[in-house]
């Protein structure tokens, strides 16, 4: 069991250039998450899907857009790439709203 | 929306010293409130939580303490060791509502000197 995986591990990226983010979980977990980090702001949400289907914004949810089709996958796009989306981004999966939130290993981002 | 505000941003301890870490939140709803820790160059990995109907949890060296009148929670770890040294983050949620989104605060660096 791999429990959440994230592709790819880390990326340099041109400014303007599409890009996304892949992230799959085989918990069967209803929700899922994405969150940028930056040093000194903490863990900040993105995206956000309670159950395949749906999705919401989170804090900083401009610039980047996603889709919920299945339970598993829950992509992150940057449509037009700019340095500052420069990050660490974490996607996060929960079985239901109390529950844990498992987080994937990362993918670092550098936009040049 | 949910607030969460986390103090210190950074704290250094000697070996077997206890720290504290205290968070406050902004939105009364709020009943989850999650700790994690991330080592360097790690994910984030829950270590302990506690609902709105219990005052003290613990675990081991790690208890978590919330006061609801006042809206905040602390984490507590005592007779630290070094490999305690990591940046723990205090969230926040409302399990009840529409969503299961968490709010974090902004980290604290905890450094456990030998």
């Known amino acids: 069991i791999a429990g959440i995986t994230q592709a790819p591990t880390s990326q340099i990226l041109a400014a303007g250039r599409r890009m996304t983010l892949r992230c799959t979980q085989d918990?069967?977990?209803?929700?899922m998450y994405w969150y940028r980090q930056d040093l000194g702001l903490g863990l900040r949400l993105i995206h956000y899907?309670?159950?395949?289907?749906?999705?919401g914004k989170g804090e900083v949810p401009d610039g980047y857009s996603v889709s919920r089709a299945n339970t598993d996958d829950f992509p992150l796009t940057l449509a037009s790439a700019v340095p500052s989306q420069t990050s660490v981004y974490f996607c996060?999966?929960?079985?239901?709203?109390?529950?844990?939130?498992?987080f994937g290993p990362g993918t670092r981002l550098t936009v040049l | 929306g949910e607030n969460v505000e986390q103090h210190p941003s950074t704290l250094s301890v000697q070996e077997g010293d206890s720290a504290v870490i205290k968070c406050t939140y902004s939105?009364?709803?709020?009943?989850?409130f999650p700790w994690y820790k991330q080592e360097l160059g790690k994910r984030p990995q829950l270590i302990i939580d506690?609902?709105?109907?219990?005052g003290e949890k613990k675990d081991q060296r790690i208890a978590v303490t919330l006061n609801k009148t006042a809206k905040h929670f602390s984490l507590h770890i005592t007779e630290t060791q070094p490999e305690d040294s990591a940046v723990y983050f205090c969230?926040?949620?409302?399990?009840?509502?529409?969503?299961?989104?968490?709010?974090f605060g902004k980290g604290t660096l905890l450094t456990v000197n030998p």
């Open positions: 996060a999966s929960s079985l239901g709203p109390s529950g844990e939130q498992f």
């Open positions: 939105d009364s709803a709020s009943n989850y």
């Open positions: 918990m069967r977990h209803n929700a």
């Open positions: 969230a926040a949620s409302n399990s009840g509502g529409s969503n299961y989104k968490l709010t």
């Open positions: 506690i609902r709105s109907n219990v």
């Open positions: 899907s309670n159950t395949a289907g749906t999705t």
